[in-house]
Nanobody, 124 residues
């Protein structure tokens, strides 16, 4: 069983930055692939970014490409999402997710484990 605990959300002005963290417990093999998703009010959950523990490969949604950087500290089994140049449309609850396996596309891993979410609010 994997537990994911997010932190780092908050209120920030447009143009600002935030770094979200997701600490995973329960075994490195269960969290080999980790991703960030977000859900804004009234919208479906969407993929933001993902990273592989094994290859270091990353993937980003077009909406955040160039403004977001996903990274991980394997020793701490923690994943980070650095978001810069934040926009009001980035306002959402951000969820961390983990998967044991993955195919060719990190955004489509069968994410089994999910965190409780952390709110990010960007004011204009």
């Amino acid at each position: 069983q994997v537990q994911l605990v997010e932190s780092g959300g908050g209120l920030v002005q447009a143009g600002g930055s935030l770094r979200l963290s997701c600490a995973a417990s329960g075994g490195i093999y269960s969290s080999g692939y980790m991703g960030w998703f977000r859900q804004a009010p009234g919208k479906e959950r969407e993929f933001v970014a993902a990273i592989s523990r094994w290859s270091g490969g990353t993937a980003y949604a077009d909406s955040v490409k160039g403004r977001a950087t996903i990274s991980r500290d394997n020793a701490k089994n923690t994943v980070y999402l650095q978001m810069n140049s934040l926009k009001p449309e980035d306002t959402a609850v951000y969820y961390c997710a983990a998967s044991v396996s993955c195919g060719s596309y990190l955004q489509n891993c069968p994410y089994t484990y999910w965190g409780q979410g952390t709110q990010v609010t960007v004011s204009s």
